[in-house]
């Protein structure tokens, strides 16, 4: 089992970023996450 995680700080500014991870890699799960600090 492949999982991977992907830092999307703004993923409406990177689709494409993703469609290569996914392509690439073939994860079974992708783990999205957006950190944000105040």
């Known amino acids: 089992m492949r999982i ?3 830092n ?3 993923i ?3 689709p ?3 469609i ?3 392509d690439t ?3 079974d799960v ?3 996450q ?3 600090v105040n």
Do not use: C, M, W, Y
């Open 12 to 14: 409406r500014a990177r």
């Open 4 to 6: 991977v995680s992907f």
């Open 25 to 27: 890699l073939d994860p």
């Open 34 to 36: 957006e950190t944000k």
């Open 20 to 22: 290569h991870l996914r």
């Open 16 to 18: 494409h970023q993703l």
């Open 8 to 10: 999307i700080n703004s």
């Open 30 to 32: 992708i783990g999205l």
